[in-house]
């Protein structure tokens, strides 16, 4: 078990570029959750998949992101036509199956800067 | 909607202080409570957790008790380490569903040799 890896760690990039996150949840764990920490702040809740079905969406994910988790393991989360106000930490997490409250284990993040 | 409310920081303790971490959340139903912690530039890494009312969920020294009566799950430790500052925190999901997590802003701890 080598834990949830997130890739790249860190990425600059200037405002109006795409920009492509993607995340390794833990072998097995079949729910999947993206995060994002401002500066300064708790994380907040982007999106959920459980298998490759993305089954609830915040309003904080404007049309300008999009997530996929196309064969149920890895996801990617795309951020188009990137703003200022996009630069944070985006964190993914994966947790188990099954009835009961369930751990999230998070990744180390992807650290957004937008010039 | 559900939230929870943080003591704001920094806590500036000496080593072997004691320490309290407040926290405090408003949610329907009996949610899960959590206590993470996140070193610099790192994700978060899970300290403790309860999973109903009375539960004392405790992990490298630190503990904390579900409270339903206060709605609270403060967190505690009783002799800091330097290796503690970090920044702790609080959050709760809910049992059904797809147990989003609700985060409160965090509580920077530093502490002092």
């Known amino acids: 078990d080598t834990g949830v890896s997130q890739n790249p760690r860190h990425k600059i990039t200037k405002r109006g570029q795409n920009v492509t996150f993607r995340c390794d949840p833990i072998s097995e764990h079949n729910r999947l959750y993206w995060y994002r920490q401002t500066l300064g702040q708790g994380p907040e809740f982007l999106t959920y998949?459980?298998?490759?079905?993305?089954?609830?969406k915040s309003r904080l994910l404007s049309d300008r992101f999009s997530a996929e988790r196309p064969k149920g393991s890895f996801s990617t989360l795309e951020i188009q036509r990137t703003e200022q106000g996009d630069s944070a930490m985006y964190l993914c997490?994966?947790?188990?199956?099954?009835?009961?409250?369930?751990?999230?284990?998070f990744g180390p993040g992807t650290r957004l800067l937008v010039l | 909607g559900d939230s929870v409310t943080q003591m704001e920081g920094p806590v500036t303790l000496s080593e072997e202080a004691f320490l309290t971490i407040n926290c405090t959340y408003t949610?329907?139903?009996?949610?899960?409570l959590f206590w993470y912690v996140q070193y610099p530039g790192e994700g978060l890494q899970l300290l403790l957790k309860a999973t109903k009312a009375d539960d004392k969920g405790s992990n490298k020294g630190f503990e904390a008790t579900y409270r339903k009566e206060t709605t609270s799950f403060h967190l505690e430790k009783g002799s800091v380490q330097v290796s503690d500052s970090a920044v702790y925190i609080c959050?709760?999901?809910?049992?059904?569903?797809?147990?989003?997590?609700?985060f409160g802003t965090g509580t920077r701890l530093l502490v002092s040799p």
């Open positions: 997490a994966s947790s188990t199956p099954g009835p009961g409250s369930k751990t999230q284990y």
């Open positions: 959050a709760l999901s809910d049992n059904t569903g797809f147990q989003k997590l609700v």
């Open positions: 998949f459980q298998n490759e079905a993305q089954l609830e």
């Open positions: 949610a329907t139903g009996y949610p899960s």
